[in-house]
C-alpha cells in the first residue's frame, strides 16, 4: 500500500498518467466531497474539481464521477459539465436515463421494498428512504449524529429485510436493495472496454468502490480514500488528498501530452 508522498512518483502512476488512452473516474461522496447528514448540503472539493477539468481538456482522455446517487441528485451537488462523464446509481444510469430498462419483476420488487423500508423509517425518526430509479436506500446518517449506536442497531434491522434474492449493498449509514446487478465494477469494466483505454485511475472510499477496484488490471491504478480493508493498491487519508492527486495526475498528464 503506497502512501500519498510516494504515489505521485510511483511507476504505475507515472505509466498510466503517460499512457496513449487514459480513463479516470473517480467517486463522489467521500472522495470528491465530505459527508453530510443532508445529502444535497456537501460541497466538492473545488481543488478536485479544476482538476477534473483540467484532465477532461487533454486529448486521449476520459473523464468521469462514478455515484451510487441517481443522477438527477448528482448533478445538483457536482458542477461539472460534459465531457465529463456523470454516472449515477452504481453504472445504471448516465446523463442522458437509463442504460437499463427495469421489468415489471423488478419495479414490483422496488415497490414492494420501498414500502417495506418506508415502514420501518417511519418508527424511527432521524432515518429516511431514498428512492433512485433503481435502488431503495435506507439512511440513518441523521439519527448517527445524535445516537450512533441506534442508528447501527436500526440500520442491522433493515439489513434484514428479505431482498427477495436482489442484490443488497451495505455502505456507511445505509443500506441500498437493487433492482440490478449492475456494479461499478461492471460499468467501469464496460467503459474500459468501449474506449480502449490504455490506463484507468480510479478513486472512492466505500464498500461499493471496492467492486471497481476489484476489476482493474496490472496497468490501472486504484486508489482507497480513508481507513478499512481495501483491495485497492493505493490510499490516501481524505478529500484534500484526493484533490492533491487528481492535480498531480493532471500537471503529469498536461506535460506528457504536450512534449516535443
Same mark, same amino acid.
Given at each position: ?30 472522495? =470528491? *466531497?465530505?459527508? !453530510? +447528514? @443532508? ?13 477534473? %477539468? ?53 419495479q414490483n420488487f ?32 441523521? =439519527? *448517527?449524529?445524535? !445516537? +450512533? @449506536? ?13 431482498? %427477495? ?70 490510499r490516501v487519508a ?23
Amino acid at each position: 500500500m503506497n502512501t500519498p508522498h510516494s504515489l505521485a512518483t510511483h511507476p504505475a502512476f507515472v505509466a498510466a498518467a503517460e499512457s496513449p488512452r487514459l480513463l479516470v473516474v473517480s467517486d463522489f461522496d467521500g472522495t =470528491l *466531497a465530505g459527508f !453530510d +447528514p @443532508a445529502p444535497y448540503a456537501v460541497q466538492a472539493h473545488p481543488g478536485s474539481l479544476q482538476a477534473l %477539468r483540467e484532465l477532461s481538456g487533454l486529448s486521449n482522455t476520459t473523464v468521469g464521477v462514478l455515484s451510487g446517487r441517481h443522477v438527477a441528485g448528482l448533478e445538483k451537488v457536482c458542477p461539472l459539465e460534459p465531457p465529463i462523464l456523470l454516472v449515477g446509481s452504481h453504472g445504471a444510469e448516465d446523463r442522458d436515463g437509463a442504460t437499463i430498462p427495469l421489468t415489471a419483476k423488478q419495479q414490483n420488487f422496488l415497490d414492494d421494498i420501498g414500502a417495506e423500508l418506508e415502514a420501518l423509517a417511519t418508527q424511527h425518526p432521524g432515518t429516511y428512504v431514498e428512492n433512485k430509479p433503481f435502488q431503495r436506500v435506507f439512511h440513518v446518517a441523521p =439519527l *448517527a449524529v445524535e !445516537d +450512533p @449506536a441506534a442508528a447501527q442497531e436500526i440500520l442491522a434491522r433493515a439489513r434484514q429485510v428479505d431482498a %427477495r434474492g436482489f442484490p443488497v449493498t451495505p455502505g456507511k449509514n445505509l443500506v441500498e436493495f437493487s433492482a440490478l446487478e449492475i456494479t461499478k465494477g461492471t460499468w467501469l469494466q464496460r467503459e474500459k472496454q468501449r474506449l480502449q483505454a490504455d490506463a484507468v485511475v480510479f478513486i472512492g472510499d466505500d464498500t461499493t468502490d471496492e467492486n471497481a477496484f476489484a476489476v482493474l488490471g496490472p496497468g490501472d491504478v486504484s486508489i482507497k480514500v480513508g481507513a478499512g480493508a481495501t483491495c485497492a493498491g493505493h490510499r490516501v487519508a481524505d478529500i484534500d488528498e484526493v484533490a492533491n492527486v487528481l492535480q498531480d495526475l493532471a500537471t503529469r498528464r498536461g506535460r506528457y501530452l504536450t512534449r516535443d
